[in-house]
């Protein structure tokens, strides 16, 4: 654990300086403090309007920034009796505003782009919108001057002549909701790691590379093994796997048993703007799910003797479980945006229309993943050499 949890915190450092050379910000953190330096060098790490940006390096290190953050924030969770307490407890939720709003802006984007291309689906179009990137380069163009030889048009509207006014008028109005949110992200995300609430994070994580802070138990433990066996993990990432059990044993997996059920449909027309009440066991599981493949990861990095050691067994019924689960999540969350819109006053019944036909579509989406969840849980599990 405690070689996992210095790898992930390499981890999160070494994404921390992809990120900020890939921006404007490089050498931001020359000539601070001792700490504050690594902590500083991020105020470039998305970005500022009107700067060139590379943006794929600068996507995959956000991806790898989080990616690190809740692995640091799971293993803490899963393995909270061998550390620090106080540490510990200070730590994880910090690490999980810091994943949060890093995963804002991306979210926004991802969800108009599922949403265009189901309305093009929907529509019978052969015709579908380009893909728009992710990142700091289209969230700084909603704010700054086109340059003139950039096309002025959205990727989206030279095929939106292939939908029906009603479906090009609610792609026009999740186009103007959506990317209006994705600004604020990239706007919050922009203050969240300028901020020392950010750097206090860094700071400690920058800790955490070279020295894990242990509880007495874990002291005591880490002391009799280092002439003995390694501290054995195996109870408590049992009892990680344990409340996935429990909560997936909970899940209407008979009802999620049929690919296309009007269970997709139920509280369709609520008036409630509360996320759908049926989804937040199955988010739930998603979460447990996770901690129990960290849990894993630290168990065979622990085991073997390497932190890196869990690239090497990856179980494949767990992973497929994760992939159908997060279609859970971005189905429901789209079928919420598109309902969302449809509440919009003064709209065109056409386009009412429209968005109501987008809401039930992503709500079977959402049955189909819960399907796919069933199917992949009750295989037996398999793990690639």
Known sequence: MVGYLRAQATEFLRALRRHRESGPGAGAGTGAGPGTGTAAAANGAIGEPGRPAQHADDVDA???????????????????????????????????????????EHAYASRLERLLQALHRLSGSTAFPAPRP???????????????????????????????????????????????????????????????????????VALLASEVPLSSAGRRAASAASDAAPV?????????????????????????????NAEALVHGLSPDPAPHPQDTPWHQVRL????????????????????????????????????????????????AAAAQAARTPRIAPATAYALGVLHADQRHEVEAARYAFRHSW????????
């Open 288 to 335: 447990l799910l996770r901690l129990h493949r960290y849990a894993l990861e630290a168990l065979t990095g622990a085991d073997s003797g390497t932190a890196g050691a869990a690239d090497d067994s990856v179980d494949v019924r767990l992973l497929a479980a994760g992939e159908a689960l997060d279609r859970h999540r971005d189905a429901s969350e789209a079928a």
């Open 62 to 104: 956000a991806r790898a920034l989080r990616r690190a953050a809740r692995r640091i924030s799971g293993t803490l969770h899963t393995f909270q009796p061998l550390l620090d307490p106080g540490w510990a407890e200070e730590m994880r939720p910090e690490l999980a505003w810091l994943s949060g709003t890093l995963a804002l």
């Open 134 to 204: 992710v990142g700091r380069a289209t969230a700084t163009a909603t704010t700054t001057a086109v340059p003139p030889a950039a096309p002025t048009t959205h990727p989206a509207s030279a095929n939106r002549g292939n939908l029906t006014v009603g479906a090009a008028k609610a792609g026009a109005l999740l186009d103007r909701q959506l990317t209006l949110a994705r600004t604020r992200a990239h706007s919050t995300a922009l203050q969240a790691l300028g901020s020392s609430r950010f750097h206090a994070v860094a700071d400690k």
């Open 232 to 260: 054995d993990l195996r109870p408590l990432a049992t009892a990680a796997q344990e409340r996935l059990t429990d909560a997936v044993a909970a899940l209407p997996l008979v009802t999620a048993g049929s690919p296309y």
């Open 378 to 385: 009750r295989k037996e599990p398999i793990r690639l050499p």
